[in-house]
């Protein structure tokens, strides 16, 4: 599906006379590896999560009450930073960068969709390390058109542990592409890898 929407893509830019370099571009970051290299700075409503993992300390009972009430309210906020690692499959001497105007992303979590959201901020991807602040609403992952709260179960579970999250957790994102004849959306969710070793706090 992905190889169809990059050749589809690169027709319609074609077509429009786009410019040779805009175009390499695009198509050089649609066929990118992405990888997590970090998550810093984590905050649910104000709750400081990134404390919380490096005291090895857990939510109290109110603290998921909490969160979980407003997840299923539709009130959930998330912000931090990501270290995104974009890796090009062709090493170039010319600089390139990827305008994206709206990211949606889903997080499971042993296999099971459990949250999902959209960042509507424009990010600018450059190859190399790319550290990326957001802010994003949360919500639960469905099935069909019913609330799944699998995923959140075990991801809740998960925290109350205090354990390494970092090889049950899989982050996926779908990224909508500005171009000269407007915004592209990918049409499935790319898998962001996790590095061996990587020091991404999850």
Known sequence: MNRIWNVGLLMILALVGLSCKQAQDIKAFTEA???LQGVS???LNGIDVEERIQERRGFSN???DSLLAAVTSNSLQVSSTLAL???LQEETAE???LTITELKWLLEVDGEEALTGTIQKTLVLQEGLNMLPIQTPVGLATDGEVPSY???SRLITLLGQRSDMRQRVTLKIKPTIKTPVGDIESPTFITVSKPA???AQL
């Open 150 to 152: 699998t995923g959140l």
């Open 62 to 64: 109110e603290e998921r």
């Open 85 to 87: 690692h974009v890796a």
């Open 33 to 35: 590896k992405y990888s």
């Open 95 to 97: 600089e390139r960068n």
């Open 197 to 199: 070793g990587a020091v």
């Open 41 to 43: 700075e984590i905050k």
